[in-house]
């Protein structure tokens, strides 16, 4: 029993060691991660706008698709029945 709480003793000062380290990170590697983090945010952005574009483009041909046939069939629209 004495062993597993010398154990979990050590585990915590370690534990506490690097998140203490990772708390006094060089300048350096913290413009490092920034840089890394403006990347990926501008990945989705490109990639939402893309996909943005994607939708309206299916939004504009479903919406000619409805409109000749209603113009076809004479109808205007969906009206309530």
Known sequence: MAGRNV???LA????GF??????F?????????LIALRHQVAILRD???SLWQKALADFKIVAEESFS???????KGRGRA
């Open 25 to 33: 990170r060089s300048r350096t590697e913290i413009e490092l991660e």
């Open 47 to 49: 990639y939402l706008d």
């Open 7 to 9: 154990a979990g003793m």
């Open 18 to 23: 690097s998140w203490l380290a990772c708390r």
């Open 69 to 75: 046939k209603a113009k076809k069939t004479g109808k």
């Open 12 to 15: 915590l000062i370690s534990t």
